[in-house]
């Protein structure tokens, strides 16, 4: 067989090489999210997972058994870019949201409200925006709620995927992650909260030496 010849077939394998690659990709990120805008969800899969998940939905880690969160960087709606690890040393507040879902738009309110009042009291709010094909019906939803905090850009949940199974990861849209002032997951809810939950899930942590 010439070189010629030998070309386009290292370049046919090549090109199935990647269309492999991206189906699979796209298959982890719809299995992950195939409780999207869901009621909730399940807490983390087998084994010592280590959190406890109480009867109102919010499953917690004791503060010496939490797991640090993963990398959570990236542009925000606004396109500026934004590392969560850079709020070490403050409570943070972690939101996976869509403008498309009716959930989240339910539970919107509370965020902004609690996000203000919690502000000078060591607590950072971040959304996590998902799945929307572009930041203007993101950032619509900001302004119609007033939000006023940093979201992430992520409309392929790729940031989604960088939690562990297993761990406090968020499962369903929306999602709401409590990480303590060391960056560990604290708290999780897989379903749309009232400020009621909201502030079960934040005051604990708050409060924490």
Request: proline share 4%; glycine share 10%; net charge positive.
């Amino acid at each position: 067989m010439s070189a010629a010849s030998r070309a386009p077939q290292r370049s046919n394998r090549a090109t199935r090489v990647r269309r492999r690659a991206a189906l699979t990709a796209g298959a982890a990120v719809a299995a992950l999210l195939v409780s999207a805008c869901s009621s909730g969800g399940t807490s983390g899969g087998g084994g010592n997972t280590n959190f406890v998940t109480g009867t109102d939905g919010i499953s917690t880690v004791a503060k010496g058994e939490r797991d640090a969160a993963p990398d959570l960087s990236g542009k925000t709606l606004e396109g500026e870019q934004l590392d969560v690890a850079d709020y070490k040393g403050k409570v943070v507040v972690l939101n996976v949201w869509g403008s498309w879902c009716n959930p989240c738009r339910a539970e919107a309110k509370y965020f902004a409200k609690v996000s203000e009042e919690y502000a000078d009291r060591g607590v950072q709010f971040v959304g996590i925006n998902t799945r929307d094909t572009n930041t203007r019906s993101a950032l619509a939803f900001e302004e119609e709620f007033g939000i006023t905090y940093p979201s992430l850009y992520d409309p392929t949940g790729k940031l989604m995927l960088r939690f562990e199974k297993g761990t406090l990861n968020p499962q369903a849209i929306p999602s709401t992650l409590v990480l303590d002032r060391d960056g560990r997951i604290a708290a999780r809810s897989l379903s749309p909260l009232s400020e009621e939950r909201l502030l079960k899930m934040l005051k604990p942590v708050v409060a924490e030496k």
